[in-house]
C-alpha cells in the first residue's frame, strides 16, 4: 500500500504543487540556467526552480549534491504525508532510493578545479557524496530510520523498480514498510553533451517550452529534467492499525530487456511487452482491465513508436480505448526521478479520478495512433492505473496500481 507522497518537479515542489500543474498542463521546460549552453545545439531542459535548501532541509543535515536535496526534500514531504513524524513504529521502516547519475555535476566540478592542483578537503566530501547511497544514507539519518538501506541503479526504470523491491520484502515478512522511491539533478554539461551527441535530445527551435513532443510529428528528440519523486510502502495491515491514507495498492509488477545495445531500440518494444505481461499476470488482470496507462512518453521518435507497438501488442483491442499519458512533456527526462514522479502522478489520478494531459502532442505520429490524452487532461474513471518506465538498453519495467477499495 502507498500511504504518502513526495515531489520535487520543475513544475511545483510539493504533491499539491506539482499535481496541479498536472492538471493544468504546466509546462516546466525553458533555457538552461545551471550552464551555459551556448556551445550545444540543444539548449533547453526542465529545471527545478525556487528550491531553497534552507526551507526543506534542517541546518544539521543538507547534502552538497542537488540530487540529494531533491531526494531528502521529498522523502521528508512523504513521510510526513504518511503520518510517520514521530511514530515510533518507523524507527524499523526499511529505505530504497535510486539515482540514476547522482551528484554528476558536482563530481564534475570537482574534476575541473582539480586541474594542476592538489585535492582539497571540500573536494574530497563532495566525491563521497556524488555516490548515490549518499542519499539513501541521508535520508536514513534524517528521518531516523534504522532498517535496512539498499540504493538501486537501474537507469530511469529504477523508481519504479523500488516498489518492487520494497514490496517482496514486506511480502517476505521482512519489514512492515519502506520509504522508497528516486532522484536525480543531472544537469551537467558532461551529460548533456553525451546525450545530444547520441541523438537523444531535441534540437527544437520555437519555443523551449514545446521542445519535447511525446508522440508527436514533430518530435526530435527528448529533453533532460531534475527532480524527485517519493513514497511510503506499507504492509496492509500495518497500515489499517494506524489508520493511514491509502492512496494506492501495488498489484502487480515486471520488467524485459531486450539484450540489445545500449544505443538500439527493438520497434516491437519487446521489453516492454513482457514487462506488461508479467505486471498483467502478477496482478491477475486482463488488459481490459487497466483503466489508464501513465506512459514513459519520452519523445524519442524510434523510442516512442517502439512504446506505442508494445501497447497494441499486449493491449490488443482495448489499446485504443484506454487513455495513455506522457507527463515529460511537463517535467522532462529526470532520469531515474522520472518514473517515480508517474508513480506519484497516478496515485493522483487514481485518487482524483483524473488524467493528466500530454502536453505538445499537436500531430500525432507515424505509427503513435493511440488516445495520448493530447494537450488537455479530463475526468475519468480510473480503477487501476499501468505505470510504465524505461531504461537505457532498453530495460522497461511496468507495475500496475489500483484503488485502494477495488478488489
Given amino acids: 500500500m502507498i500511504t504518502g507522497l513526495g515531489a520535487v518537479t520543475p513544475i511545483g515542489i510539493g504533491i499539491k504543487a506539482f499535481w496541479h500543474g498536472l492538471r493544468e ?12 549552453p551556448a556551445p550545444f545545439p540543444c539548449r533547453v531542459a526542465a529545471e527545478v526552480k525556487g528550491f531553497e535548501p534552507a526551507v526543506h532541509l534542517s541546518d544539521r543535515i543538507t547534502p552538497e549534491g542537488r540530487f540529494a536535496q531533491f531526494g531528502l526534500a521529498a522523502a521528508r514531504m512523504a513521510y510526513d504525508d504518511a503520518g510517520l513524524a514521530g511514530l515510533r513504529a518507523a524507527s524499523g521502516f526499511a529505505l530504497c532510493v535510486a539515482s540514476g547519475a547522482s551528484a554528476v555535476p558536482e563530481f564534475q566540478e570537482v574534476v ?14 563532495t566525491v563521497v557524496e556524488s555516490i548515490g547511497h549518499a542519499l539513501t544514507n541521508y535520508a536514513a539519518v534524517g528521518l531516523g530510520l534504522r532498517g535496512q538501506t539498499m540504493t538501486l541503479g537501474s537507469g530511469c526504470a529504477s523508481g519504479v523498480d523500488a516498489i518492487q523491491w520494497v514490496c517482496a520484502q514486506i511480502g517476505a515478512g521482512r519489514m512492515v514498510g519502506a520509504l522508497a522511491g528516486a532522484a536525480d539533478a543531472a544537469l551537467a554539461t558532461s551529460v548533456h553533451a553525451a546525450w545530444g551527441k547520441l541523438g537523444w535530445l531535441s534540437r527544437w527551435s520555437g ?3 514545446q521542445a519535447l513532443r511525446p508522440w ?10 531534475e527532480g524527485a519523486g517519493m513514497y511510503v510502502l506499507e504492509d496492509l495491515d500495518h497500515a489499517r492499525a494506524r489508520g493511514a491514507h491509502v492512496y494506492a495498492e501495488v498489484l502487480g509488477y515486471g520488467s524485459g530487456s531486450d539484450g540489445l545495445d545500449l544505443r538500439t531500440v527493438d520497434p516491437a518494444g519487446a521489453s ?3 514487462a506488461m505481461r508479467e505486471a498483467l499476470d502478477e496482478a491477475r488482470l486482463d488488459p481490459g482491465e487497466i483503466d489508464h496507462v501513465n ?9 516512442d513508436r517502439a512504446e506505442s507497438a508494445a501497447y497494441r501488442a499486449v493491449l490488443g483491442r482495448h489499446a485504443y480505448n484506454i487513455p495513455v499519458t506522457s507527463i515529460k512533456a511537463m517535467i522532462g527526462q529526470p532520469f531515474a526521478a522520472g518514473g517515480a514522479l508517474q508513480v506519484v502522478a497516478a496515485c493522483f489520478s487514481l485518487a482524483e479520478q483524473f488524467l493528466p494531459p500530454t502536453m505538445n502532442h499537436d500531430i500525432p505520429a507515424s505509427e503513435c495512433d493511440l488516445d495520448y490524452v493530447p494537450g488537455r487532461g479530463r475526468p475519468a474513471r480510473v480503477n487501476r492505473v499501468l505505470v510504465t518506465s524505461r531504461a537505457i538498453g532498453p530495460t522497461h519495467s511496468a507495475i500496475i496500481l489500483g484503488r485502494p477499495d477495488d478488489n
Fill in 272 to 274: 516492454l511487452q513482457a
Fill in 25 to 36: 498542463g504546466a509546462l516546466g521546460i525553458g533555457p538552461i540556467t545551471r550552464f551555459d
Fill in 295 to 303: 506512459a514513459h512518453g519520452g519523445g524519442v521518435p524510434r523510442h
Fill in 216 to 225: 508527436d510529428a514533430l518530435s526530435d528528440g527528448s529533453v533532460l529534467g
Fill in 207 to 209: 519555443p523551449p517550452a
Fill in 112 to 125: 575541473e578545479r582539480l586541474q594542476g592542483r592538489p585535492m582539497r578537503r571540500r573536494d574530497a566530501s
